[in-house]
């Protein structure tokens, strides 16, 4: 018997706790099946917590995390609280602390998930884009000076390392091996004359050092582009801070519905705990109503399984949310379907 890991979970605000339940569910199925353990600690860290107790966790919440192998959240944000608050109260805290320098977003166009792009076929667009998470243009250093005078000046400034880019370019490149061989590096070394030259030329030396993979450098207006009109060319994109971030809403937004993307925040080195949640958020408008497509925190539960060294068992889950977006009556009203959550819950576990 391998021994148990330990989950946190943190299911957050509105839909966030209607999916992480369904994840629940099916990571627990999925272990059943594969004879492991899972053992889960659930905190109420929230908006809702905020609003009652005055912060989003506890002072010693990241060291509560700190004790597991992994965290699983839902989404945080409601109406009553600013949206700073959330993000700058836990999860850029939880990201920063445990060193999650790879944000991780899968892409695909499922069969019976239709995409905005007219040429954009099932089976045929499937990548990854590889944020850096840690440092780039999202950098705390910087300031404003002369504040409400006619010379007020705002300065912001990006840091990129040697080591930061070389783990996350590794990182990228390592992925490729494992999938169908292709990297392609986001960059603006035309317009942006240190950085971004600075970024080329680790990446290419990286590239060196992983001759199996075929690589290429596309500048990011560009690529945004080419995302639209040949997402069927791409296997790994990798990307700054900023790039990144831009780049995988794009992504999710060609893959036909915010309600089935996934992401994951990893420290791949496993000195950290990794956290892994849907991409979309709380979905005030929808929230309590039952009609949440719990896909993107499933999806999200089979990269934590594959985290964790349970591969055969995230391929399970990932084969199962294949069978039920293929099927009409077990899709949610994002997809154009009429099930609610409970219906596309049974239909997943039915299939593991
Ligand atoms: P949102 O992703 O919550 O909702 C955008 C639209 O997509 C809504 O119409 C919603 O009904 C729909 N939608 C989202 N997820 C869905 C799902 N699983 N199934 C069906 N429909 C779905 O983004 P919004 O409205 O901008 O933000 C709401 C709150 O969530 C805000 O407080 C925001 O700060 C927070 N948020 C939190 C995130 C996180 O925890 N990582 C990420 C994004 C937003
Ligand atoms: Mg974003």
Redesign the pocket.
Known sequence: MPPTQRIAVIP?D???TE?IEVARRVLDAAAARHGFTLAYTELDWSCGRYLDEGAMMPADGLDTLREHDAIL?G?????QVP?HV??WGL?IPIRRAFRQYVNLRPIRVFEGVESPLRKARAGEVDFVVVRENVEGEYSEVGGRVNRGFPDEQAIQESIFTRAGVSRIADYAFELAASRRGYVTSATKSNGIVHTMPFWDEVVAERAAAHPDVRWDSEHIDALAAKFVLQPERFDVVVGSNLFGDILSDLAAAVAG???IAPSANLDPTHTYPSMF??????????AGTG????V?AVWSAALLLSHLGHPRAAADVLAAVEATLREPTTR???LGGTAGTADVAEALLAHI
Do not use: F, K, Q, R
């Open positions: 957050g509105g839909i966030g999916v959240l989404a945080v944000g409601w109406p949206d959330s993000l999860l519905s915010i309600g949640e849907p991409v979309h958020g709380s979905a005030p408008d929808i009609v949440a497509n719990p993107g949610t009203g994002d």
